[in-house]
């Protein structure tokens, strides 16, 4: 799996960035961005552009559609709250920190705060566009749907307050040193965004502005008056370095980039599926390899996908269309899959205690063929419960079998062309 080394050496910048804060921002967006462009196209060759054009033709097509045709008591208000709800809690923030930082910039840290505010703002303006492109996206339904619609303007300007508290919030806990106290304060925003939304879908416009102002009056003046850090430079670099990391591992489901140290998650509810292989010679790289998946961040992207699938199959369960949409996330998360090469490749560790080559290749390929199994199971659920007849569902059924086959095979010799390549070197 994908991760961005982390080196201990100078950053790569003149001396003369040093005394403009701003411009070594702009140099290390830059650079980030320098680093990744190359490997987006590797991304949309691998069909995941064609996925989202895709949904986003056939998301507008079926949203026309059932604008027409509404059902009569359709939850309105809970699909809004459901759909901006998360948008408005969910916020991180992007400082472009490197752990080397600390020995270089530590010094300028009383001139950082141009640096700072150049990255809140980096980091709030697409998180804003999302809410507001949400909030369009779901006015014209809540305006036909709803008994009492609110106007655009209102909702949106509300959303938008909304944010900025839950986003101030977000910052204030990234200062406290505390980590009980902060992981209190990021309840309670969860807590809060969640609540100031539904109050700006169920009540009247006097009494959510009352009670979300309220409340986001006493929420910030908590979060101002908790102990913080003035500058929290190893938290800054640390979530910054996961988020890089997350990054490189989604484009290591695209394209091979170097094997590195992985983010490791306790996750200790799922020990079980590998310790079924313990103590067992032919399957000891199958027990290390299922034991780094379940605790790697590939899995949650694996999870992410299988939740934002459903839904979409969810809503175009009636259609046909359906079988193609599970054509195509089946191939997006045979794409992730491919990471499952990379789990350790290169690990020193292969020259001291060596696994039969065929034995590897056989535990690739069966994790593999496992986790896509399960994942087209679970796509296969709400095409099942769809009101397709049952030869359409049947035929569904049968294709999704048929590229799961035709998917495994690929990824099978796909492994053995690695393997032997390492061989020959």
């Not at 998650?265 to 020990?271: A, I, N, Q, T, V």
Request: with cysteine; proline share 4%.
């Amino acid at each position: 799996m994908a991760r961005l080394r982390v080196n201990a050496r100078a950053p790569k910048f003149q001396g003369r960035l040093l005394q403009d804060t701003e411009q070594l921002w702009r140099y290390r967006v830059q650079e980030f961005w320098g680093e990744v462009i190359p490997y987006l196209g590797y991304v949309i060759q691998s069909g995941l552009g064609f996925v989202i054009a895709f949904v986003f033709i056939a998301g507008t097509a079926l949203y026309a559609s059932f604008l027409d045709q509404i059902p009569a008591g359709f939850p309105v208000r809970e699909l809004g709250w459901m759909l901006l709800s998360p948008i408005v809690a969910y916020t991180t923030y992007r400082t472009f920190l490197q752990s080397a930082d600390l020995g270089y910039l530590l010094r300028l840290e009383h001139r950082m705060n141009r640096y700072m505010k150049r990255s809140v703002r980096y980091s709030l303006m697409p998180r804003m566009v999302l809410l507001m492109a949400a909030c369009l996206i779901y006015w014209p339904l809540y305006s036909r749907a709803d008994e009492a619609p609110k106007p655009l303007f209102v909702l949106l300007a509300a959303f938008v307050v909304l944010k900025f508290v839950a986003a101030y919030g977000a910052w204030g806990e990234r200062h406290m040193h505390d980590r009980r106290l902060k992981l209190a304060c990021r309840i309670i925003r969860y807590a809060w965004s969640w609540g100031a939304a539904a109050c700006w879908l169920w009540l009247d416009i006097g009494m959510a502005g009352l009670w979300t102002g309220l409340g986001g009056l006493i929420y910030i003046a908590a979060i101002w008056k908790l102990p913080k850090l003035a500058f929290p430079w190893e938290e800054h670099i640390a979530l910054e370095q996961v988020h890089r990391n997350r990054i490189y591992t989604f484009l290591s489901g695209f394209v091979d980039l170097p094997t590195m140290n992985n983010r490791r998650f306790s996750r200790p509810w799922l020990h079980a599926l590998g310790n079924r292989y313990a103590f067992q010679k032919k399957k000891a790289y199958r027990y290390l390899l299922v034991k780094s998946f379940v605790r790697s961040e590939l899995l949650g992207i694996v999870l992410r996908l299988i939740v934002i699938g459903i839904i979409l199959l969810w809503w175009t369960k009636d259609s046909i269309w359906s079988s193609l949409l599970l054509l195509l996330l089946m191939i997006t998360i045979h794409a992730q899959l491919k990471a499952l090469l990379q789990l350790h490749r290169h690990d020193v560790w292969l020259k001291l205690y060596p696994v039969a080559n065929q034995d590897r290749s056989v535990a690739i390929s069966g994790v593999y063929a496992q986790v896509l199994g399960l994942c087209v199971l679970l796509l296969l659920l709400p095409v099942i419960a769809g009101g397709l007849s049952i030869q359409a569902k049947g035929g569904i059924g049968l294709g999704a079998a048929a590229a799961y086959v035709l998917l495994c095979w690929q990824r099978k010799h796909a492994i053995e062309r690695l393997i032997s390549t390492e061989e020959e070197e």
